[in-house]
Nanobody, 115 residues
């Protein structure tokens, strides 16, 4: 079982930055893959970025260069640094953990970017 708690969302002006955190209830080194997804109103949930246990990262093509995923194994926490934010980045951002036997989601954190 893995509990995930996201934090760091909020209201920011276009061009600003936010750092989201996802704290896991167990050692993330043992989790195959952790990822950030987002869902805007009326749209499907989409992958933002992922990081594997070996450190390999993957990003949505449209977000490369602005968003960075990282992790701190000592704190069992995964981060999403978001720079040069745009109004279209407004969404609920979710953390996801994939193990060999199950998938877990956090409750989400709202990010709102004003123009």
């Amino acid at each position: 079982q893995v509990q995930l708690v996201e934090s760091g969302g909020g209201l920011v002006q276009a061009g600003g930055s936010l750092r989201l955190s996802c704290a896991a209830s167990r050692i993330i080194f043992s989790i195959d893959r952790m990822a950030w997804y987002r869902q805007a109103p009326g749209k499907q949930r989409e992958l933002v970025a992922s990081i594997r246990s070996g450190g390999l990262t993957n990003y949505a093509d449209s977000l490369k260069g602005r968003f960075t995923i990282s992790r701190d194994n000592a704190k069992n926490t995964v981060y999403l640094q978001m720079n040069s934010l745009k109004p279209e980045d407004t969404a609920v951002y979710y953390c996801k953990a994939t193990t060999s036997i199950n998938i877990y989601w956090g409750q989400g954190t709202q990010v709102t970017v004003s123009s």
